[in-house]
């Protein structure tokens, strides 16, 4: 099993374009998360899902979209980029919510210019 | 904000037990202490959590007050490849069940 795949490893963007960060895993895993780290901090939780077809959002959408058509994809968009959304973003999914073990992502470094 | 509190960071000598403290004074009854750890800028990994009672594992320890009011993370024989940033969080208890994150631990390994 190959787990959660994250692409792009790295993007730079400019300010004002748009772009999709995708994620798929392999695990048949019901739950799925898009988490932010800036430098130094903790992860911020952008969006989830607890199965295909249901989305919420989590501490901090703004700027965000997600949609989950399949089980397996959980793509992240991002929407005229701006300089705060620099980071580096995990995806990442679980069997039982946050309840058990979350299987992360190896991340996806992006900078805004 | 994230409802725990850890050191900035701390040193250990390899061979030796790490132990990795948490304070989570506010925590609630039905809330969950789960530890993560991430190692340079990879995803996190999950290493353990528990409520009340002790747990062990094959990679940690987890030692829970019987308040509830901290914690310890113990690595037993801690390795080089255990130089990582170390998360301590406590699962809330709304709708959503979502961790909340802090900046962690960052623990290093010294030869």
């Known amino acids: 099993n190959a787990g959660v795949t994250q692409t792009p490893k790295f993007r730079i963007l400019k300010i004002g374009q748009s772009m999709t960060l995708q994620c798929t895993q392999d695990?048949?895993?019901?739950?799925m998360y898009w988490y932010r780290q800036d430098p130094g901090m903790g992860l911020k939780l952008i969006y989830y899902?607890?199965?295909?077809?249901?989305?919420d959002k989590g501490e901090v959408p703004n700027g965000y979209n997600v949609s989950r058509s399949t089980t397996e994809d959980f793509p992240l968009r991002l929407e005229l980029a701006a300089p705060s959304q620099t980071s580096v973003y995990f995806c990442a999914s679980s069997l039982w919510g946050s309840t058990g073990e979350l299987f992360f992502g190896e991340g996806s470094r992006l900078t805004v210019l | 904000d994230a409802k725990t509190t850890q050191p900035t960071s701390m040193d250990c000598a390899e061979g030796r037990a790490a132990n990795l403290p948490c304070n989570h004074s506010?925590?609630?009854?039905?809330?969950?202490v789960y530890w993560y750890r991430q190692i340079h800028s990879q995803g996190p990994q999950y290493i353990i959590h528990?409520?009340?009672?002790?747990e062990t594992n094959e990679m940690a320890s987890l030692i829970i007050t019987e308040d509830r009011k901290s914690s310890t993370l113990i690595l037993p024989h801690a390795t080089l490849r255990d130089t990582a940033v170390y998360y301590c969080?406590?699962?809330?208890?709304?709708?959503?069940?979502?961790?909340?994150w802090g900046a962690g631990t960052k623990l290093i390994i010294k030869p």
């Open positions: 506010t925590i609630s009854g039905n809330e969950y």
């Open positions: 899902s607890v199965g295909a077809g249901i989305t």
């Open positions: 969080i406590v699962r809330v208890q709304d709708s959503n069940y979502q961790l909340i």
């Open positions: 695990m048949n895993h019901n739950y």
């Open positions: 528990g409520l009340k009672n002790n």
